[in-house]
Nanobody, 121 residues
Framework: QVRLVESGGGLVQPGGSLRLSCAAS????????MGWYRQAPGKQREMVAA???????NYGDSVKGRFTISRDNAKNTVYLQMNSLKPEDTAVYYC???????????????WGQGTQVTVSS
């Protein structure tokens, strides 16, 4: 059974940093692409970042240069380091397994609870 458990969300001031973690189980993590999505109230869900099994990455335009996705295959964990946070980064963040299609990351499985990130002074 696929299980993805996100953690690390919280309240942070504008300009601050947070690191999200996602502990994975139930599949072969080391050969699986992983991604982070987010959804703000009243907005469509958007891809934030994704990482291939080999380590190459893709980022959404709104987070390029501020967010970094990484993975630790020994720990079956994917991370999202978020720096220079802005109020518009406020959203529920979801960790997903998936694959890279012709153009971008394609998520698999149903959506879980995610972790709330709130950027506010």
């Amino acid at each position: 059974q696929v299980r993805l458990v996100e953690s690390g969300g919280g309240l942070v001031q504008p300009g601050g940093s947070l690191r999200l973690s996602c502990a994975a189980s139930g599949f072969v993590f080391s050969v699986t692409a992983m991604g982070w999505y987010r959804q703000a109230p009243g907005k469509q869900r958007e891809m934030v970042a994704a990482i291939r099994s080999g380590g190459s990455t893709n980022y959404g335009d709104s987070v390029k240069g501020r967010f970094t996705i990484s993975r630790d295959n020994a720990k079956n964990t994917v991370y999202l380091q978020m720096n220079s946070l802005k109020p518009e980064d406020t959203a529920v963040y979801y960790c997903k397994r998936g694959y890279f299609g012709a153009y971008d990351f394609v998520p698999l499985d149903s959506w879980g609870q995610g972790t709330q990130v709130t950027v506010s002074s």
